[in-house]
């Protein structure tokens, strides 16, 4: 527990549940004494129709006087793979809210059923410790398409009377992307603040195919010698499984007057790359395609005028795009079509004579955009 100018930062109970599959088995986590006290468990055991559940909250025993769990009966799912399950009680003082996430290996029928689209699934549930009661809540967190991670968290703010305001935190990586969505719980109610939606699918999804592989020892110089130095191989053997290693490029001070499609094929991993202070005039349309994982790209002190429209049209992840310092006089509106993960754009310091509204138009909601130092800005 961690509490900073009246914030309560609450401890995430978590327990991976294992087990033989031919009896019922459980796994608990206990609940705070001071608030709802007792246990929250889950109980579970495999059958023809899938994995039978149901929640359990069981009282501290009160004067050796033995008091009987409350059941929630979860019924049977098919979809929730049985080496995967993982619960999280939260602790809210007068009530307790549980979080059962799953992953969804087909698609099922009936209320709150996973879409073939739905990878990461999640159901949450609340026990009122008043009244002794569970209740099903009619909300659904979904990870869209297949995710690597999905977590819950929350925070509290405390006064003088317990909780005054929680905040639910959903977590999860879809495509490369981390997005993380704000929920507001108050009396009983899940509101969504703040919903993060993938950005944009993965490129292979939207019907990209990937570049062909371009022998790296016929890439530009500067290209073949940044792989050459990263993964300590000369260009001769450095194929597919090698180039899959590279997460990061820095080509920066290279003198790297051009560059052709190709020179980053095969670089499936590619998070960072920069080139920085190189006399860049001008870029090639396909000369990014297939760095789908991309989240930063910097062409800061180039001497770039233009940008072919299109050319970032598969960087569907990158997050930083620098084009500071250069000699940009105008932009196609397709210059950042594609860009649907942007948070940061920087045109600070070119020739720019208009702002460049019809280019900016297709970014996301929020990305910052920065164009200081450009003539139509003085």
Known sequence: MRASMGISMAVVLGVVLVGPAARAEERCSALDAKGVGGQV???????????????????DERA??????VVLDLGREPALRPDERVLLAFDLVREALVWLPFKATRAADGPGAASPEDECVS????????????????V??????PC?????????????????GTRLFHECTVDGQYLRSTYAWEDGRLTPLEIAEPKARDALARGFAPPPLKPVCQRSAAVRQAL???LGQPCEALGPDQLARVTRLDLSGQQVARLAPGDFSGLPELTSLELIDNPLVELSPGTFDGLWKLHSLSFQGCRLRTLPGGLFSQLGSLRDLYLNH????????????GLTSLDFLSLDHN???????????????????????NPFAQ
């Not at 050796?64 to 769990?69: A, E, K, L, T």
């Not at 659904?140 to 398409?145: A, N």
């Not at 690597?148 to 005054?164: A, D, E």
């Open 123 to 138: 159901r949450l549930y609340r026990f009122e410790a008043g009244d002794r009661r569970w209740e099903s809540l009619p």
């Open 228 to 230: 050459e130095r990263a």
């Open 41 to 59: 468990c889950l109980v579970w055991s495999a059958g023809d129709g899938g994995l039978a559940l149901r929640l359990e909250h069981r009282p």
């Open 148 to 164: 690597s991670m999905q977590f819950l968290s929350y925070q509290t703010r405390l006064g003088p009377r317990g909780p005054q």
């Open 140 to 145: 659904r967190l979904v990870c869209r398409r």
């Open 326 to 337: 250069n000699a940009l006089e105008s932009l196609p509106a397709d210059a950042f079509a």
């Open 351 to 373: 020739k720019l004579t208009a702002r460049p509204e019809a280019a900016l138009a297709p970014l996301p909601r929020g990305c910052k955009v920065y164009a200081n130092g």
């Open 64 to 69: 050796g006087q033995r008091v009987p769990p």
